[in-house]
C-alpha cells in the first residue's frame, strides 16, 4: 500500500525572470552551438536573472501571484518550505526571507537541500504537516538562480541550466480522491562526487584560493548524473504505479524534472506513453533545479491539462543523488 498524505495542491505558480538567453548567445560565451544543446538536451532558450535578483526574490513573486490567485491573505499561510541550492545566503533560510517579503506573519519555515529533487522533497515534507491536521495552508517552493553558480568555461555544464522559481499552495485534502496517494523518495550519498559545488561550505570556506580554482561553481560528471538519472527516474516511477496497483496507462499527466529531453522520453519509453501525456518544456527554460516541477505543473494548468481527479506523477532526481516521486490526484 501506498503512503498517502491527506493534503492537495490547490494552487500553483511561477516566476521566471524575463531576460531570454538563447543557445546562440551561448555560442559567443563558450565554444558550443545551437545544433550541439538542442540535440544532446533538447534545450533551445533558458532565462537568466539581472543582477541583484535572487531566489528569495523569485520565490516571493511566484507567491504573490499565488495568493493574489487564490485570494489568499499572506497572514493565513502557516508554513513556508523552500527547495534551493542556491539560496540568497547560506544562512538566513530563503524561507525566513520569503515570509518578511509575504508579510506571512504567521507562517515558521525552512529551506531544504536536494538540488533537483527540491520541490519534491520540499512537497513531501510541506505536505505532511497539513496531512498530520497540525497545518492548514503551506506555501511550498522550489527556486534556483543557477545562473549565479555556473562555470562559463565549463561548456558541457553552463549549457544546461536556467533560473525560475515556482510555487504551490498545500491544503487539507477532503477525501481520499484526491490528493497525495504515495511518495517515494530516497538518497545515494555515493552520487556526492559526480555532481556538487565544492566551495563556500565548511570543506572549503571561500578564500582566494577557492575563487582562483573556480570552486564556486557546479562541478558536473555529465555521463555519469545522465546514466543515474536515466535510471532512477524510470525505477521509481515504475515502482510507486506497481505498487498502488496502477499503471502509466492510468496516469493523465507526468511532470518529469526537466534535466535532459533525452532522460524525460526514457522515463517515457519505460512508462509506455504518449507525448500527452509528458509535461515538456525544457526547450524553453533549460533544468531550473528546484523550480522545474512546479513550473511544469504552471504550465500544464495554463495549457488546460489537468482536470480534477487526474492522476498525476511527480518524478526528479538530482545531486546528492536525491530522487523523489509523488503519486497524487489533481485537485481541482
Ligand atoms: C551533459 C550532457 C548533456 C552531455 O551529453 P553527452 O552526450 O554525454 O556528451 P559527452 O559528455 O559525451 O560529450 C560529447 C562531446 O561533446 C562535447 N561537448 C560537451 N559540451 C558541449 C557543448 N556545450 N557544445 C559542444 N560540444 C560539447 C564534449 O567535449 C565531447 O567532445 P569529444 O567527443 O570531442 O570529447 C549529458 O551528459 C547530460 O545531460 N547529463 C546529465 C546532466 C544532468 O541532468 N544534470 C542535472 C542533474 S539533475
Not at 59 to 79: F, G, W
Not at 182 to 208: E, N, T, V
Amino acid at each position: 500500500m501506498g503512503r498517502r498524505i491527506a493534503a492537495k495542491i490547490t494552487g500553483v505558480a511561477a516566476y521566471v525572470p524575463p531576460r531570454v538567453v538563447t543557445n546562440f548567445d551561448l555560442e559567443k560565451v563558450v565554444e558550443t552551438n545551437d545544433e550541439w544543446i538542442r540535440t544532446r538536451t533538447g534545450i533551445r532558450e533558458r532565462h537568466y536573472v539581472e543582477p541583484g535578483m535572487t531566489a528569495s526574490h523569485m520565490a516571493t513573486e511566484a507567491c504573490r501571484q499565488l495568493l493574489e490567485s487564490k485570494n489568499v491573505a499572506p497572514e493565513e499561510i502557516d508554513l513556508i518550505v523552500v527547495g534551493t541550492v542556491t539560496p540568497d545566503m547560506l544562512f538566513p533560510a530563503t524561507a525566513c526571507l520569503v515570509q518578511h517579503n509575504l508579510g506571512a506573519k504567521n507562517a515558521w519555515g525552512f529551506d531544504l537541500s536536494a538540488a533537483c529533487s527540491g520541490f519534491v522533497y520540499a512537497l513531501t515534507v510541506g505536505a505532511q504537516f497539513v496531512g498530520a491536521g497540525t497545518h492548514k495552508k503551506a506555501l511550498v517552493i522550489g527556486s534556483d538562480v543557477m545562473s549565479a553558480i555556473l562555470d562559463f568555461q565549463d561548456r558541457a555544464t553552463c549549457v544546461l541550466f536556467g533560473d525560475a522559481a515556482g510555487a504551490v499552495l498545500v491544503e487539507p485534502a477532503q477525501s481520499d480522491s484526491e490528493g497525495i496517494i504515495d511518495f517515494m523518495c530516497d538518497i545515494d550519498g555515493a552520487g556526492g562526487c559526480q555532481l556538487y559545488m565544492p566551495g563556500g561550505g565548511s570543506l572549503h570556506p571561500a578564500s582566494r584560493e577557492t575563487v582562483d580554482k573556480r570552486m564556486h561553481y557546479v562541478h558536473q560528471e555529465g555521463q555519469q548524473v545522465f546514466k543515474y538519472a536515466v535510471r532512477r527516474m524510470s525505477d521509481v516511477s515504475s515502482e510507486l504505479l506497481e505498487r498502488n496497483g496502477l499503471s502509466g496507462k492510468d496516469l493523465a499527466l507526468v511532470v518529469p524534472h526537466q534535466a535532459n529531453l533525452r532522460i524525460i522520453r526514457a522515463t517515457q519509453e519505460r512508462l509506455g506513453l504518449d507525448d500527452s501525456k509528458m509535461m515538456v518544456n525544457i526547450d524553453r527554460y533549460g533544468n531550473t533545479t528546484a523550480a522545474t516541477v512546479p513550473l511544469g505543473l504552471r504550465d500544464a494548468v495554463e495549457q488546460k491539462r489537468l482536470r480534477k481527479g487526474d492522476l498525476v506523477l511527480l518524478i526528479a532526481v538530482g545531486a546528492g543523488y536525491t530522487t523523489g516521486g509523488i503519486l497524487l490526484r489533481w485537485a481541482y
